[in-house]
């Protein structure tokens, strides 16, 4: 891969990802416990300058977005770089309210299979197995929001000491926590591996140290950010294609055991602030011996909304969403929530259940 291409994304997937929910001016609430993964209250809570509000719509809003869901007109298709339209997801079909009210009118993918007939009586609330699934869903959110909101914290921070990133040979970025911070590091490759060139701490919003190695020796990444940029590479694969003209959001998360698996996100990024791409995201795990063990797509096409702005004064409706891919609401959904500052009403399984996705946490909704 070319240098100037893995730059634009370290900069731009930086950059892309927090943005929106800095322009939400919303009141802080109290994070939920963690379920599976460890210390990621305190580096949310330390890396978000404004945690978005777990806003609900109405009561009515639900029920008008499940009577809706296939009376809405279709969505438009998106076209990709070269012109040619892109297929719209079988998986994943949006609507945004033009205010904050919460009636949603759905939009309906055309290659849509038929709808099934309604079931008599509602299906029966998630179990215990699929309650600890949605805890950890969010868990996983949480983790991939803090890691972008990291990484565009530290691209800004390198990008005022480094006059081009490109030439210094930096190729991309991994981040680790470190108690209440993250600590980011862009490093480049050498005969013998990745090197660090460029290495900043995040905390509280703001980074409180750094290191350059611009000259000289550069230090071997080693350990787990070793581990994190081969699995980077590792994983890189041309059926992977992004919903938008921008580079992926590339997102590694640290392996929970020293021979534990790296999962890597790839996240398609907006091409502009008033647009939310729903498909494009993709998850691959890396074995300890540097294998692709497994790779899934949380989409099956793409599809990129309006969300539009939000009124002052008024509350962020939310995004309907009809996700067929899975029983349960995802991982994406909770960073896609966190990253829009948006809550989403999500229809998800067979049969079909509502879920609202808030900010970082995910409950079922009982009509």
């Known amino acids: 891969m070319r240098i100037a291409t893995l ?67 279709e969505a438009a298709q998106e076209t990709d770089e070269a012109g040619a339209q892109a297929p719209q997801s079988e998986a994943e079909t949006a609507a945004v309210p033009a205010s904050g009210e919460p009636e949603v009118q759905a939009a309906e993918a055309s290659q849509a299979a038929p709808t099934a007939a309604a079931p008599s009586s509602p299906p029966p609330p998630v179990d215990a197995e699929q309650r600890a699934e949605m805890q950890l869903a969010a868990a996983r959110g949480r983790q991939l929001f803090a890691i972008a909101r990291a990484g565009m914290l530290a691209t800004q921070d390198m990008l005022s000491r480094v006059a081009d990133p490109a030439a210094a040979g930096i190729t991309g ?8 911070a993250m600590a980011v590091t862009f490093y ?22 750094r290191e350059t190695f611009l000259t000289g020796d550069r230090p071997p990444l080693g350990g787990v950010a070793e581990r994190m940029a081969r699995a980077r590479a590792a994983s890189e694969s041309d059926d992977q294609r992004a919903c938008t003209n921008q580079p992926f959001n590339v997102l590694a998360i640290p392996p929970e055991a020293a021979d534990g698996p790296v999962h890597i996100y790839r996240i398609s990024a907006p091409a502009s602030r008033s647009r939310l791409p729903l498909g494009g995201h993709f998850r691959s795990t890396v074995g300890s011996d540097g294998s692709v063990t497994e790779s899934r797509g949380f989409s ?23 996700h067929l891919l899975d029983p349960l609401p995802t991982e994406i959904h909770v960073f896609l929530s966190l990253f829009a500052g948006r809550p989403l009403v999500i229809a998800a399984g067979d049969p079909t259940r509502l879920f609202m996705v808030a900010g970082d946490a995910i409950r079922e909704i009982r009509r």
């Open 300 to 322: 099956r096409g793409c599809l990129n909304v309006d969300v539009g702005e939000v009124p002052a004064g008024s509350q962020a409706g939310p995004i309907a969403v009809t």
């Open 7 to 73: 730059f634009t994304g370290v900069a731009a997937a930086a950059l892309a990802v927090a943005a929106p929910a800095q322009d939400t001016d919303q009141a802080g609430t109290e994070s939920p416990p963690e379920f599976g993964l460890s210390g990621l209250s305190g580096t949310v809570n330390q890396l978000s300058d404004s945690p978005p509000e777990e806003a609900a719509p109405e009561e009515e809003a639900p029920e008008e977005a499940a009577q809706e869901e296939d009376a809405g007109p």
């Open 173 to 180: 970025w991994v981040a680790e926590p470190e108690g209440n």
């Open 188 to 209: 480049g490759e050498s005969d013998s591996g990745p090197v660090a060139i460029y290495r900043s701490t995040i905390l509280g919003g703001r980074a409180v140290s």
